[in-house]
Protein backbone atom coordinates (compact mmCIF):
# COMPACT_ATOMS: atom_id res chain seq x y z
CA UNK A 1 0.00 0.00 0.00
CA UNK A 2 1.57 3.28 -1.28
CA UNK A 3 0.32 5.12 1.89
CA UNK A 4 1.37 8.84 0.89
CA UNK A 5 0.35 11.10 3.29
CA UNK A 6 -1.86 9.51 5.76
CA UNK A 7 1.15 7.55 6.80
CA UNK A 8 2.88 8.40 10.37
CA UNK A 9 4.92 6.06 12.41
CA UNK A 10 4.44 4.57 15.49
CA UNK A 11 5.55 6.99 17.64
CA UNK A 12 1.57 8.36 16.46
CA UNK A 13 -0.17 5.59 18.49
CA UNK A 14 1.92 5.96 21.01
CA UNK A 15 -0.87 6.79 23.42
CA UNK A 16 -3.43 3.80 22.40
CA UNK A 17 -0.66 1.01 22.21
CA UNK A 18 0.07 2.18 25.80
CA UNK A 19 -3.61 1.49 26.71
CA UNK A 20 -2.89 -1.63 25.33
CA UNK A 21 -0.02 -2.85 26.46
CA UNK A 22 -0.31 -1.01 29.88
CA UNK A 23 3.29 0.25 29.03
CA UNK A 24 5.45 2.40 26.89
CA UNK A 25 6.47 0.07 24.18
CA UNK A 26 7.76 2.25 20.84
CA UNK A 27 10.87 1.48 22.37
CA UNK A 28 9.86 -2.47 21.97
CA UNK A 29 11.60 -4.14 18.87
CA UNK A 30 8.99 -5.93 16.40
CA UNK A 31 9.70 -8.62 14.44
CA UNK A 32 8.26 -8.74 10.18
CA UNK A 33 7.08 -11.89 9.50
CA UNK A 34 6.88 -10.76 5.84
CA UNK A 35 11.20 -9.87 5.38
CA UNK A 36 12.18 -10.51 8.88
CA UNK A 37 13.30 -6.78 9.50
CA UNK A 38 13.34 -5.85 13.36
CA UNK A 39 12.42 -2.32 13.85
CA UNK A 40 11.75 -0.15 17.34
CA UNK A 41 7.90 0.06 16.87
CA UNK A 42 8.16 3.60 17.19
CA UNK A 43 10.07 3.31 13.70
CA UNK A 44 7.65 1.14 11.75
CA UNK A 45 4.88 3.27 9.48
CA UNK A 46 1.61 3.59 10.78
CA UNK A 47 -1.67 4.67 9.49
CA UNK A 48 -4.20 5.58 11.61
CA UNK A 49 -7.27 6.56 9.33
CA UNK A 50 -9.09 3.50 9.15
CA UNK A 51 -11.55 2.16 11.32
CA UNK A 52 -8.48 0.32 13.04
CA UNK A 53 -5.24 1.84 13.92
CA UNK A 54 -2.44 -0.46 11.57
CA UNK A 55 0.80 -0.44 12.00
CA UNK A 56 2.85 -1.74 8.68
CA UNK A 57 6.69 -2.85 8.25
CA UNK A 58 9.03 -0.12 7.12
CA UNK A 59 10.46 -1.86 4.74
CA UNK A 60 7.61 -4.18 3.17
CA UNK A 61 4.89 -2.95 3.90
CA UNK A 62 3.66 -6.00 5.53
CA UNK A 63 0.93 -5.63 8.47
CA UNK A 64 2.46 -6.44 11.62
CA UNK A 65 -0.21 -5.51 13.94
CA UNK A 66 -4.21 -3.68 14.34
CA UNK A 67 -5.80 -2.50 16.72
CA UNK A 68 -9.35 -1.79 16.84
CA UNK A 69 -11.08 0.59 19.23
CA UNK A 70 -14.22 -0.06 20.68
CA UNK A 71 -16.36 1.23 23.66
CA UNK A 72 -15.31 -0.92 26.39
CA UNK A 73 -12.49 -2.80 25.06
CA UNK A 74 -9.58 -2.96 22.57
CA UNK A 75 -8.89 -5.82 19.90
CA UNK A 76 -5.77 -6.41 19.31
CA UNK A 77 -4.45 -8.43 15.81
CA UNK A 78 -1.00 -9.54 15.38
CA UNK A 79 -1.67 -10.42 11.31
CA UNK A 80 1.97 -10.51 10.02
CA UNK A 81 4.47 -10.45 13.24
CA UNK A 82 6.65 -12.98 14.21
CA UNK A 83 7.24 -11.77 17.88
CA UNK A 84 7.67 -8.68 20.11
CA UNK A 85 10.05 -7.67 22.86
CA UNK A 86 8.69 -5.80 26.02
CA UNK A 87 10.92 -4.99 28.36
CA UNK A 88 10.15 -6.05 31.69
CA UNK A 89 12.27 -3.23 33.91
CA UNK B 1 -2.73 4.09 41.92
CA UNK B 2 0.98 3.99 42.60
CA UNK B 3 1.04 0.54 41.33
CA UNK B 4 -0.80 1.75 37.80
CA UNK B 5 1.62 4.50 37.46
CA UNK B 6 4.34 2.55 37.67
CA UNK B 7 3.40 -0.29 35.52
CA UNK B 8 2.44 2.74 32.59
CA UNK B 9 -1.52 2.93 32.73
CA UNK B 10 -2.45 6.49 30.82
CA UNK B 11 -4.86 8.43 33.40
CA UNK B 12 -7.12 11.28 31.98
CA UNK B 13 -6.02 14.13 34.24
CA UNK B 14 -6.78 18.09 34.28
CA UNK B 15 -4.46 21.07 33.55
CA UNK B 16 -5.34 24.64 34.23
CA UNK B 17 -4.31 26.86 31.31
CA UNK B 18 -1.71 29.28 32.91
CA UNK B 19 -1.07 31.28 29.79
CA UNK B 20 -1.56 31.57 26.19
CA UNK B 21 1.26 32.56 24.12
CA UNK B 22 0.80 33.86 20.28
CA UNK B 23 3.80 32.38 18.78
CA UNK B 24 2.85 32.91 14.87
CA UNK B 25 -0.45 34.07 13.70
CA UNK B 26 -1.49 30.27 13.43
CA UNK B 27 0.59 28.96 15.89
CA UNK B 28 0.09 29.75 20.07
CA UNK B 29 1.59 27.77 23.29
CA UNK B 30 -0.20 26.76 26.13
CA UNK B 31 1.37 26.28 29.05
CA UNK B 32 -0.23 24.13 31.91
CA UNK B 33 -0.29 23.64 35.26
CA UNK B 34 -0.64 19.95 35.81
CA UNK B 35 -1.26 18.78 39.04
CA UNK B 36 0.78 15.76 40.23
CA UNK B 37 2.39 15.58 36.51
CA UNK B 38 4.93 12.84 36.50
CA UNK B 39 7.58 14.93 34.44
CA UNK B 40 8.51 14.30 30.48
CA UNK B 41 11.62 13.42 28.88
CA UNK B 42 12.20 15.71 25.77
CA UNK B 43 10.33 14.47 22.46
CA UNK B 44 7.50 13.12 23.84
CA UNK B 45 3.86 14.07 23.46
CA UNK B 46 0.56 14.36 25.66
CA UNK B 47 -3.00 13.65 24.29
CA UNK B 48 -5.34 16.14 24.75
CA UNK B 49 -8.89 15.15 24.81
CA UNK B 50 -12.08 17.54 24.40
CA UNK B 51 -15.48 16.44 25.26
CA UNK B 52 -18.84 18.11 24.62
CA UNK B 53 -22.02 18.79 26.70
CA UNK B 54 -23.33 15.88 24.58
CA UNK B 55 -21.01 13.78 24.85
CA UNK B 56 -19.21 13.75 22.13
CA UNK B 57 -15.00 13.45 22.49
CA UNK B 58 -12.82 14.16 20.28
CA UNK B 59 -8.86 13.35 20.80
CA UNK B 60 -5.39 14.75 19.82
CA UNK B 61 -1.75 14.57 19.87
CA UNK B 62 0.35 17.50 20.59
CA UNK B 63 4.38 17.36 21.33
CA UNK B 64 5.32 18.85 24.34
CA UNK B 65 7.31 21.90 24.22
CA UNK B 66 8.58 22.22 27.44
CA UNK B 67 11.56 21.24 28.97
CA UNK B 68 11.65 18.61 31.38
CA UNK B 69 13.19 21.39 33.90
CA UNK B 70 10.69 23.53 33.40
CA UNK B 71 8.05 24.44 36.33
CA UNK B 72 5.58 24.08 34.05
CA UNK B 73 4.09 21.91 30.98
CA UNK B 74 3.89 23.83 27.28
CA UNK B 75 2.32 22.74 24.28
CA UNK B 76 2.45 24.58 20.96
CA UNK B 77 -0.28 24.17 18.43
CA UNK B 78 -0.92 24.77 14.74
CA UNK B 79 -4.18 25.99 13.62
CA UNK B 80 -5.20 23.72 11.26
CA UNK B 81 -8.48 24.61 8.40
CA UNK B 82 -11.31 22.91 9.86
CA UNK B 83 -9.40 21.63 13.06
CA UNK B 84 -11.61 20.86 15.28
CA UNK B 85 -9.87 20.83 18.44
CA UNK B 86 -7.16 22.74 17.21
CA UNK B 87 -9.92 25.88 16.43
CA UNK B 88 -11.15 25.45 20.40
CA UNK B 89 -7.72 25.77 21.49
CA UNK B 90 -7.56 28.71 19.37
CA UNK B 91 -10.92 30.37 20.18
CA UNK B 92 -12.28 29.83 23.24
CA UNK B 93 -9.78 28.62 25.67
CA UNK B 94 -8.59 31.19 27.91
CA UNK B 95 -6.37 31.47 31.20
CA UNK B 96 -7.78 29.56 34.15
CA UNK B 97 -9.72 26.55 31.60
CA UNK B 98 -8.99 23.09 32.32
CA UNK B 99 -7.69 21.32 29.59
CA UNK B 100 -8.27 17.11 29.90
CA UNK B 101 -5.17 15.41 29.27
CA UNK B 102 -2.65 12.04 29.31
CA UNK B 103 1.28 11.62 29.58
CA UNK B 104 3.40 11.87 28.83
CA UNK B 105 3.55 9.21 26.04
CA UNK B 106 6.55 8.18 23.87
CA UNK B 107 9.63 6.81 24.40
CA UNK B 108 11.38 6.31 20.65
CA UNK B 109 11.37 10.28 19.62
CA UNK B 110 13.36 10.73 22.66
CA UNK B 111 16.20 12.82 23.57
CA UNK B 112 18.30 12.98 26.84
CA UNK B 113 21.50 15.41 27.56
CA UNK B 114 22.87 12.19 29.22
CA UNK B 115 22.84 10.33 25.99
CA UNK B 116 25.28 12.70 24.08
CA UNK B 117 26.00 13.91 20.86
CA UNK B 118 26.36 15.51 18.41
CA UNK B 119 23.14 16.15 17.92
CA UNK B 120 21.05 16.97 14.52
CA UNK B 121 17.12 18.42 14.52
CA UNK B 122 15.80 18.75 11.63
CA UNK B 123 12.14 20.40 11.59
CA UNK B 124 9.92 21.37 8.99
CA UNK B 125 6.92 24.04 10.43
CA UNK B 126 5.60 23.12 13.59
CA UNK B 127 7.60 19.67 13.57
CA UNK B 128 10.30 22.16 15.67
CA UNK B 129 7.73 21.56 18.74
CA UNK B 130 10.16 18.77 20.07
CA UNK B 131 12.86 19.42 18.55
CA UNK B 132 13.06 22.85 20.86
CA UNK B 133 11.95 20.52 23.71
CA UNK B 134 15.50 19.22 23.34
CA UNK B 135 17.03 22.25 22.48
CA UNK B 136 15.71 23.53 25.86
CA UNK B 137 16.70 20.47 28.17
CA UNK B 138 20.01 21.00 26.82
CA UNK B 139 20.12 24.42 26.74
CA UNK B 140 19.10 23.63 31.08
CA UNK B 141 21.62 20.82 31.00
CA UNK B 142 24.40 23.41 30.70
CA UNK B 143 24.61 23.05 26.57
CA UNK B 144 27.98 20.71 26.46
CA UNK B 145 26.74 18.50 23.48
CA UNK B 146 27.09 20.15 20.22
CA UNK B 147 23.84 20.68 18.49
CA UNK B 148 22.49 21.82 15.08
CA UNK B 149 19.19 22.75 14.44
CA UNK B 150 18.08 22.82 10.31
CA UNK B 151 14.61 24.58 10.64
CA UNK B 152 12.28 24.80 7.58
CA UNK B 153 9.42 27.54 7.56
CA UNK B 154 6.66 28.82 4.73
CA UNK B 155 8.28 32.60 5.61
CA UNK B 156 9.82 34.54 8.22
CA UNK B 157 6.67 35.50 10.14
CA UNK B 158 6.18 31.48 10.46
CA UNK B 159 9.04 30.77 12.04
CA UNK B 160 7.75 29.32 15.39
CA UNK B 161 10.30 30.63 18.71
CA UNK B 162 11.88 32.83 16.66
CA UNK B 163 12.88 35.37 19.13
CA UNK B 164 14.22 32.77 21.33
CA UNK B 165 16.29 30.18 18.89
CA UNK B 166 17.99 33.70 18.23
CA UNK B 167 19.06 33.97 21.66
CA UNK B 168 20.21 30.44 22.10
CA UNK B 169 21.79 30.42 19.10
CA UNK B 170 23.90 33.59 20.53
CA UNK B 171 24.75 32.07 23.44
CA UNK B 172 28.36 30.47 24.39
CA UNK B 173 27.18 26.65 23.92
CA UNK B 174 24.42 27.82 21.33
CA UNK B 175 23.11 25.90 18.83
CA UNK B 176 23.65 26.66 15.68
CA UNK B 177 20.75 26.97 13.77
CA UNK B 178 20.15 27.14 9.82
CA UNK B 179 16.57 28.23 8.86
CA UNK B 180 15.29 28.00 5.27
CA UNK B 181 12.91 30.04 3.92
CA UNK B 182 10.68 27.60 1.32
CA UNK B 183 7.51 30.12 0.19
CA UNK B 184 8.63 33.92 0.47
CA UNK B 185 11.86 35.29 2.13
CA UNK B 186 12.53 39.19 3.43
CA UNK B 187 14.32 41.43 1.80
CA UNK B 188 18.13 40.91 2.28
CA UNK B 189 17.23 37.24 3.84
CA UNK B 190 20.89 35.62 3.75
CA UNK B 191 19.71 32.06 4.55
CA UNK B 192 18.33 29.24 2.76
CA UNK B 193 15.30 30.04 0.84
CA UNK B 194 14.19 26.26 -0.50
CA UNK B 195 13.19 22.62 0.93
CA UNK B 196 15.56 21.15 2.71
CA UNK B 197 17.50 18.59 0.05
CA UNK B 198 20.93 16.21 0.39
CA UNK B 199 23.16 19.62 -0.66
CA UNK B 200 21.60 21.95 2.38
CA UNK B 201 22.13 18.70 4.56
CA UNK B 202 25.93 18.31 3.56
CA UNK B 203 26.51 21.87 4.24
CA UNK B 204 24.81 21.88 7.41
CA UNK B 205 24.67 18.19 9.41
CA UNK B 206 27.60 16.90 10.83
CA UNK B 207 29.29 14.14 9.25
CA UNK B 208 28.45 11.05 9.67
CA UNK B 209 31.69 9.99 11.12
CA UNK B 210 30.49 12.19 14.04
CA UNK B 211 28.76 9.57 15.13
CA UNK B 212 25.61 11.77 15.53
CA UNK B 213 22.42 11.16 16.38
CA UNK B 214 19.62 12.94 13.82
CA UNK B 215 16.00 13.82 14.98
CA UNK B 216 13.60 14.85 12.30
CA UNK B 217 9.55 15.90 12.88
CA UNK B 218 7.58 17.43 9.95
CA UNK B 219 4.92 16.68 7.40
CA UNK B 220 5.35 13.01 6.50
CA UNK B 221 6.81 14.16 2.62
CA UNK B 222 9.46 16.18 4.57
CA UNK B 223 10.31 13.48 7.52
CA UNK B 224 10.72 11.00 4.85
CA UNK B 225 12.86 12.87 2.07
CA UNK B 226 15.39 14.47 4.86
CA UNK B 227 15.75 10.92 6.48
CA UNK B 228 16.76 9.38 2.64
CA UNK B 229 18.88 12.50 2.32
CA UNK B 230 20.90 11.62 5.78
CA UNK B 231 21.04 8.34 4.60
CA UNK B 232 22.37 8.74 1.66
CA UNK B 233 25.03 10.84 3.32
CA UNK B 234 26.17 7.97 5.35
CA UNK B 235 24.08 7.98 8.63
CA UNK B 236 23.06 4.59 9.84
CA UNK B 237 19.05 4.06 9.33
CA UNK B 238 19.31 3.72 13.55
CA UNK B 239 20.71 6.91 14.32
CA UNK B 240 17.84 8.52 12.27
CA UNK B 241 14.82 8.87 14.02
CA UNK B 242 11.42 10.67 12.34
CA UNK B 243 8.56 11.39 13.66
CA UNK B 244 5.74 11.77 11.13
CA UNK B 245 2.61 14.25 11.67
CA UNK B 246 0.71 12.69 8.75
CA UNK B 247 -2.47 14.10 8.00
CA UNK B 248 -2.92 15.93 11.21
CA UNK B 249 -7.15 15.73 12.26
CA UNK B 250 -6.49 19.12 13.69
Known sequence: MEGGETRTDGNAIAGVLQEVFVREVTTSRIACAGCGNVEPIGAEHA???????????????????????????NVLAFPRSRWIEIATD | MAR????????WTLGEVTELIDETPRVRSIVLDVANWPGHRAGQHVDVRLTAEDGYQAQRSYSIASAPEDSRLAITVELLPDGEVSSYLFGELRRGDQLELRGPIGGYFVWEASKGGPLLLVGGGSGIVPLMSMLRHREAAGGSVGARLVYSSRSLDDVIYRDELQELSAGSNGPEVFHT?????????????????????????????????????????????????????????????TERFGPTGG
Do not use: H
Open chain 2, 181 to 241: LTRSQPPGWTGYARRVDGAMLSETAWPASSSATAFMCGPTPFVESVATALVLLGYPATSVK
Open chain 1, 47 to 73: YTQAPGIVLRCRNCDTVLLVVTQAPGR
Open chain 2, 4 to 11: AAVLGRLN
